[in-house]
């Protein structure tokens, strides 16, 4: 079993910079594969960028977030820049296990305009 913590949501003005982390902890050989993802209200959860063998992001935010792990602490980041009010949501991260997927419990971003 995998837990995931999220840490670093908040409040922050356009234009702005946040970082996101998300810790694994417990029982597991490696994580694959990282990705995160956002819901905002009233929308479908949606992919945000993945960090495996190379690191994908969706187009919307390509060139802002930045995707970043440290294998050591079992922990990946989402740097976040240039924020917009559209970037407001929940962001999850998740881990792909060889047997697995776990989620984060999500922390909330929002971004004032």
């Known amino acids: 079993q995998v837990q995931l913590v999220e840490s670093g949501g908040g409040l922050v003005q356009a234009g702005g910079s946040l970082e996101l982390s998300c810790t694994a902890s417990?029982?597991?050989?490696?994580?694959?594969?990282w990705s995160w993802y956002r819901q905002a209200p009233g929308k479908q959860r949606e992919l945000v960028g993945i960090?495996?063998?190379?690191?994908r992001y969706t187009e919307s935010v390509r060139g802002r977030f930045t995707i970043s792990r440290d294998p050591a602490k079992n922990t990946v980041y989402l740097q976040m820049r240039a924020l917009k009010p559209e970037d407001t949501g929940v962001y999850y991260c998740?881990?792909?296990?060889?047997?697995?997927?776990?989620w984060g419990q999500g922390t909330q971003v929002t971004v004032s305009s």
């Open positions: 998740n881990a792909l296990t060889s047997s697995d997927v776990y």
């Open positions: 960090s495996a063998d190379i690191t």
């Open positions: 417990g029982s597991f050989f490696s994580i694959r594969a």
